[in-house]
């Protein structure tokens, strides 16, 4: 009996040895396959960003080599002169701005009801609004042109603005995230005489940032890289976000992919500068979102 006990403790630590073995192997093998992901996910904008330094000889001849010899630094300021691309920025800045602004603002209150205030049929009439994230985009484009044409709203940005405005997805998450905050500092607050919009403003809001800064890069990205709305609703070129302008150079300039290239690589800085200082905010909000509810 003491003989097989002394083996069995032998025994206890090369079968923890094994498993340590077992787990790094396994840590190896995700790194390597998150780092293939990776380079595939990346690779794109790398040659673009090469791309975009070449001229329109080498563009395609020399498409593996990644660092051109001659970087043609000349092709943004090409592109910033050939169309007005500053009045694109400025327009694509507006709108997604205030879209966002409005998108978080009317999500954010209509999270709070759904998710702090007590009324009937409040479950149901959430999951009604959920439920309209199935319908396809192209289904509701005809009304909403519609609808925009009859309010005299063709041809201005108010209309970008006003048909991405209310996103249940934005709801959505928001509420997710507020079902995690105790009720009971809500409660407290009403207490003291708080109002229901105190509580949201002073309470809620400032404790979830983290899901607040998620909604803002979704809300932003979705409005910066809209084309298909501008396409519908804008017809003046002093009107056109950066999608569409882009559309409009290449209509001008379809052989020079170069400088297609340096237009795009233009439209992605301040996505790429939002996102660098918002990823701490996004990475938390998605990690937290939904514990609870």
């Not at 007005?84 to 205030?98: G, R, S």
């Not at 999951?127 to 009304?143: K, S």
């Not at 009107?239 to 400088?259: E, N, P």
Request: charged letters at 15%; aromatic letters at 14%.
């Amino acid at each position: 009996m003491k003989q097989s006990n002394v083996l069995d403790n032998k025994n206890i630590p090369q079968n923890g040895n094994n498993i340590k073995l077992r787990k790094s192997l396994f840590s190896l093998f995700t790194y390597f396959i998150l780092l293939i992901v990776a380079v595939v996910m990346v690779m794109p904008f790398v040659w673009m960003l090469s791309g975009s330094l070449k001229d329109a000889a080498t563009i395609f001849q020399d498409s593996m080599n990644l660092i051109p010899d001659n970087p043609r630094w000349d092709n943004y300021p090409k592109v910033w002169t050939s169309v007005p691309f500053a009045m694109f920025y400025w327009n694509t800045t507006k709108v997604a701005f205030l879209t966002t602004v409005g998108t978080v603002l009317t999500s954010a209150l209509a999270a709070y009801a759904f998710a702090k205030l007590e009324f009937p049929g409040r479950d149901k009439i959430f999951f009604l609004y959920i439920a309209t994230m199935m319908i396809p985009d192209q289904v509701t484009m005809i009304p909403q042109f519609v609808l925009m044409r009859d309010l005299g709203l063709i041809n201005t940005h108010t209309a970008l603005i006003l048909v991405k405005l209310f996103h249940p997805f934005g709801v959505f998450l928001l509420r997710q995230f507020f079902l995690t905050i105790p009720n009971e500092l809500s409660d407290s607050a009403r207490i003291d005489g708080c109002s229901e919009f105190r509580i949201f403003w002073n309470i809620i809001l400032p404790l979830s940032k983290a899901a607040l800064g998620t909604l803002v890069i979704f809300s932003l990205l979705n409005s910066w890289n809209d084309f298909i709305n501008p396409l519908i609703y804008l017809s003046d070129q002093s009107l056109f976000t950066l999608q569409v302008g882009i559309r409009y150079f290449q209509q001008l300039y379809g052989a020079d992919y170069h400088l297609i290239m340096a237009a795009t690589t233009l439209s992605l800085i301040p996505i790429i500068i939002v996102y660098l200082f918002a990823q701490k905010y996004f990475i938390e909000g998605i990690s937290t979102t939904g514990l609870k509810g």
